[in-house]
């Protein structure tokens, strides 16, 4: 009686649209009828594009299609199955109700824009199956507070998480050896940045307005920084780098830097 209890409740959270009720309840189908015939009931049919509240998507879905559910702004959470290869293009681009997402261990793209504009998005857990993020895809998350980078990302794409100014620090992956054009700008509440000894070059624009930035520790390896890299950064007061970027500061608008510290190498 009490692992049908245990079901019934978790038949009822599901229900509710909580994220890991459903991903109980999809464990518990393969065996049980009842648990099966509850999930059927949460599954999204494709028949309303004004989708409301939890989209739970069918297992042996391998691609979300172009601006499949493009300014659909009802949608709460969202549990992507676990046969998902690829997100395309705009797929959830101005979904501004958009809270939480699933995202599963088979996934390996996130296109151009998937989940731009999606101001109500408040954390990103990416497994370590991805290794390609579209440029812009996370740009204009407002209220983004945490995000889980996969491990084997080798690029943070131009534009990617501009204009996410609640987002308060990001670990960069070990494997990432570029960050593109304006790839942070105007993320105004970074205070916390880790980048990787592999990269070799920022782009144009890279921290452009990172008003919180106080400090920054920049790897031996780095070769190239762009134009205005660190523009605007008006709090950066510390710097840490080698030689080989040593005119980085040069001519910035805004910048008060009081310690510049040489690695020798």
């Given at each position: 009686?009490?692992?049908?209890?245990?079901?019934?409740?978790?038949?009822?959270?599901?229900?509710?649209?909580?994220?890991?009720?459903?991903?109980?309840?999809?464990?518990?189908?393969?065996?049980?009828?009842?648990?099966?015939?509850?999930?059927?009931?949460?599954?999204?049919?494709?028949?309303?594009?004004?989708?409301?509240?939890?989209?739970?998507?069918?297992?042996?879905?391998?691609?979300?299609?172009?601006?499949?559910?493009?300014?659909?702004?009802?949608?709460?959470?969202?549990?992507?199955?676990?046969?998902?290869?690829?997100?395309?293009?705009?797929?959830?681009?101005?979904?501004?109700?958009?809270?939480?997402?699933?995202?599963?261990?088979?996934?390996?793209?996130?296109?151009?824009?998937?989940?731009?504009?999606?101001?109500?998005?408040?954390?990103?857990?990416?497994?370590?199956?991805?290794?390609?993020?579209?440029?812009?895809?996370?740009?204009?998350?407002?209220?983004?507070?945490?995000?889980?980078?996969?491990?084997?990302?080798?690029?943070?794409?131009?534009?990617?998480?501009?204009?996410?100014?609640?987002?308060?620090?990001?670990?960069?992956?070990?494997?990432?050896?570029?960050?593109?054009?304006?790839?942070f700008n105007g993320c105004t509440a970074?205070?916390?940045?880790?980048?990787?000894?592999?990269?070799?070059?920022?782009?144009?624009?890279?921290?452009?307005?990172?008003?919180?930035?106080?400090?920054?520790?920049?790897?031996?390896?780095?070769?190239?920084?762009?134009?205005?890299?660190?523009?605007?950064?008006?709090?950066?007061?510390?710097?840490?780098?080698?030689?080989?970027?040593?005119?980085?500061?040069?001519?910035?608008?805004?910048?008060?830097?009081?310690?510049?510290?040489?690695?020798?190498?």
């Amino acid at each position: 009686e009490s692992d049908n209890e245990d079901l019934q409740k978790i038949i009822l959270d599901a229900s509710n649209g909580e994220v890991s009720a459903i991903l109980k309840l999809k464990k518990l189908a393969k065996e049980n009828i009842q648990a099966k015939e509850s999930l059927e009931k949460l599954y999204y049919n494709g028949d309303n594009k004004n989708a409301v509240g939890t989209l739970v998507l069918r297992d042996g879905l391998k691609y979300i299609d172009e601006r499949a559910f493009q300014g659909c702004i009802n949608i709460v959470k969202v549990v992507l199955p676990d046969s998902l290869v690829g997100i395309y293009n705009d797929a959830f681009q101005d979904c501004i109700s958009l809270e939480d997402v699933y995202f599963p261990q088979t996934l390996t793209s996130i296109g151009q824009q998937a989940f731009d504009g999606c101001t109500n998005l408040k954390k990103i857990n990416l497994p370590d199956s991805v290794t390609e993020i579209g440029d812009e895809a996370f740009k204009g998350c407002t209220n983004l507070k945490e995000v889980k980078l996969p491990a084997g990302l080798t690029k943070i794409g131009n534009i990617l998480f501009s204009g996410c100014e609640s987002l308060p620090k990001i670990e960069i992956p070990d494997s990432v050896t570029t960050i593109g054009n304006w790839a942070f700008n105007g993320c105004t509440a970074l205070k916390e940045i880790n980048l990787p000894d592999n990269l070799t070059s920022i782009g144009n624009y890279a921290f452009q307005d990172c008003t919180g930035l106080k400090e920054i520790n920049l790897p031996d390896n780095l070769t190239t920084i762009d134009n205005w890299a660190f523009d605007g950064c008006t709090d950066l007061k510390s710097v840490t780098c080698s030689g080989k970027v040593k005119d980085l500061f040069s001519g910035y608008s805004g910048l008060n830097i009081e310690k510049i510290t040489w690695n020798i190498i």
